[in-house]
């Protein structure tokens, strides 16, 4: 059963970069879509962008401009950055796989990372 | 952008029916995903494809999809279904993915 492990910091400064990786266990990164979505305190979920196992990417338009995702097959894991973060990207961070044959759902999510960006 | 809406709270007793609407421009032609939240936790899949349910999901759960709403219905409501409930869609035009806003579920 895969299972996804999130790691990176919980505090950010205003105007740094967030980083988090995702780890996945138990399966391949390869052959998938990955996901990273975040839900700020309080509020809905918001989709942030994803990476197909080959290295291509979409991102919300809201986020383009600041965000990247990569990935590392060796490493089976992949990873997000935010630039320039404000108060406003405040929110715990999950990281998502994409279905097997169904790519439009996310299953399974990663356990969450609250990240707090602090003036 | 795809606007997916969901009334805020829904609250049903014990043992009866509980029915959260997402409304959207043509939903129908969607495939419609359904995620429970419980506090502190991420979200799980409930129902996929608009009625269909993932291993270990009681049938209690079901869902329906026709028009411009989407349904999740969870028959004979337990304490433990106490949830936040979010739908989702993938944009195949634009290639991006939506939520609804998110309904709590309330056991009464």
């Known amino acids: 059963q895969v299972q996804l492990q999130q790691s990176g910091p919980g505090l950010v400064k205003a105007s740094e970069t967030l980083s988090l990786t995702c780890s996945v266990s138990?399966?391949?990164?390869?052959?998938?879509?990955w996901s990273w979505i975040r839900q700020p305190p309080g509020k809905g979920l918001e989709w942030i962008g994803y990476?197909?196992?080959?290295?291509?990417?979409n991102y919300n338009p809201s986020l383009k401009s600041r965000v990247s995702i990569s990935i590392d097959a060796s490493k089976n894991q992949f990873s997000l950055k935010l630039t320039s973060v404000t108060a406003a990207d405040t929110a715990v961070y999950y990281c998502?796989?994409?279905?097997?044959?169904?790519?439009?759902?996310?299953?399974?999510w990663g356990q969450g990372t609250l990240v707090t960006v602090s003036s | 952008s795809y606007v997916l809406t969901q009334p805020p709270s829904v609250s049903v007793a014990p043992g009866k029916t509980a029915r959260i609407t997402c409304g959207g421009n043509?939903?129908?032609?969607?495939?419609v995903h359904w995620y429970q939240q419980r506090p502190g936790q991420a979200p799980v899949l409930v129902i996929y494809?608009?009625?269909d349910r993932p291993s270990g999901i009681p049938e209690r759960f079901s869902g329906s999809n026709s028009g411009n709403a989407a349904t999740l219905t969870i028959s004979r409501v337990e304490a433990g279904d106490e949830a936040d409930y979010f739908c989702?869609?993938?944009?195949?035009?634009?290639?991006?993915?939506?939520f609804g806003g998110g309904t709590k579920l309330t056991v009464l």
């Open positions: 998502a796989r994409h279905g097997d044959s169904i790519v439009s759902l996310f299953d399974p």
């Open positions: 138990g399966g391949s990164i390869s052959g998938h879509y």
């Open positions: 990476i197909f196992y080959s290295g291509t990417t």
């Open positions: 043509n939903i129908g032609s969607k495939s």
């Open positions: 494809d608009d009625t």
């Open positions: 989702q869609v993938w944009d195949n035009t634009s290639d991006h993915w939506f």
